[in-house]
Every structure is written in structure tokens, then in C-alpha cells.
């Protein structure tokens, strides 16, 4: 069922670093904004990092300014998060989104089944 394949978590002491990886088809990927959402215990969903067909324009909320990168390569139909200096509060499922609506609060059309990421102290 999922359109969209994410790896690259895994469990991590704070401070360090994972980079995330989610592989789209030309149908889910080409022309799309793409984005990672993450869920934390006992959270709702969040929007973390949002990036346009081009790769000009990215977004982040604002607890991961400054520590994850978002990017993609379209020759290869993969979007990626690089996260750097995690903290406990990271702690979450990641989720690959494709399709993000710029004109519908950027709600996804497309997602991948989740990567769980794990920070310890």
C-alpha cells in the first residue's frame, strides 16, 4: 500500500546524526513538493520539513531549524532529511510525504509506511 519506501532510521545517541531516505516512483515524485512528517509517543502528526519540485525552496518547523536539511534528486526519485545534533524530543516515526498542497495547508497526497528514529541520552 505505500507509495512511498523510507529507511535510514535507527537508534542514535543524542548528538548525533542520521539521514534519512525515501525512494518515490516517477508517478509520486515528478513535479511534487515533498516533505518528511514525523510522530512522536502520545503526539499527533507534525509537518517537519517541506521541499519544492526544484529544490529552491525549502521549509522547516521551527524545533529542527538549523539541525535537519532536507534535499532531493530528482534523477533518482529520492528526497532526503539529514538530521544532525539529535535530541530525546526527536524521538518519533518518520514519514515520507509526497504531494504536498501548497494551496491545502500543504497536506500530503502521497506517504510512505514510516522509519522509526530513536534518540537516547
Known amino acids: 500500500q505505500a507509495q512511498l519506501a523510507e529507511s535510514g532510521g535507527g537508534l542514535v545517541q543524542a548528538g548525533g546524526s542520521l539521514r534519512l531516505s525515501c525512494a518515490a516512483s516517477?508517478?509520486?515524485?515528478?513535479?511534487?513538493?515533498m516533505g518528511w512528517f514525523r510522530q512522536a509517543p502520545g503526539k499527533e502528526r507534525e509537518w517537519v520539513a517541506r521541499?519544492?519540485?526544484?529544490?529552491?525552496?525549502?521549509a522547516y518547523t521551527d524545533s529542527v531549524k538549523g539541525r535537519f536539511t532536507i534535499s532531493r534528486d530528482n534523477a533518482e526519485y529520492m528526497v532526503y532529511l539529514q538530521m544532525d545534533n539529535l535530541r530525546p524530543e526527536d524521538t518519533a516515526v518518520y514519514f515520507c510525504?509526497?504531494?504536498?498542497?501548497?494551496?491545502?495547508?500543504?497536506?500530503?497526497?502521497?506517504w510512505g509506511q514510516g522509519t522509526q528514529v530513536t534518540v537516547f541520552v
Open positions: 516517477q508517478r509520486t515524485f515528478d513535479g511534487n513538493m
Open positions: 510525504a509526497g504531494g504536498l498542497n501548497m494551496y491545502k495547508n500543504y497536506e500530503p497526497t502521497y
Open positions: 521541499i519544492s519540485w526544484s529544490g529552491g525552496l525549502t
